[in-house]
């Protein structure tokens, strides 16, 4: 018994995320989807493939292969930017600006992925999130943030 007093003696630290007085309250740093970006670079594969099986001069297919190329590369999804909920079920997107947002009524979760439609007196802001751009922690705090009656209004 005395070996495990002293182990017994010392609080557990607890993250400021589990504080009630956080609660609810998270920040959503997205990653690149990469399952986005392989759908991305198939449908491109498709197009270039279906582009060198066309009846046509190997002058005409190396500028539409060039193009399908820049298109792929500069059109590329881009990961969404920093999204915060706060306690009270807003959310704000520092990047563009924009607070005091709340989720549209449309906004849909399923395992997988989540479409994070969000509204203000501006106007709507749309992403489509994947649960491989976030930490398995983080994409439960989103998923149960979406469940909560009354979020959708």
Known sequence: ML???DAMTHPTQSSIDSSSAFEGAFTLRPRPARLLRFWWCLAHGVAALGVCDLPLALAIKLPLLAALAVHG???APRPAPLLIRRSDGTWAVPE???GSLRPAP????ASG???LAL???RGRLTWLLFRDQFE???WRALQAALR???QAE
Do not use: E, H, K, Q
């Open 3 to 5: 070996i495990f007093s």
């Open 73 to 75: 590369w500069s059109r």
């Open 96 to 98: 563009l600006g924009r």
């Open 106 to 109: 449309d906004a849909c979760y």
């Open 113 to 115: 992925w989540v479409r």
């Open 119 to 121: 509204v203000d007196r």
């Open 136 to 138: 398995p922690v983080v």
């Open 148 to 150: 909560r009656p009354g």
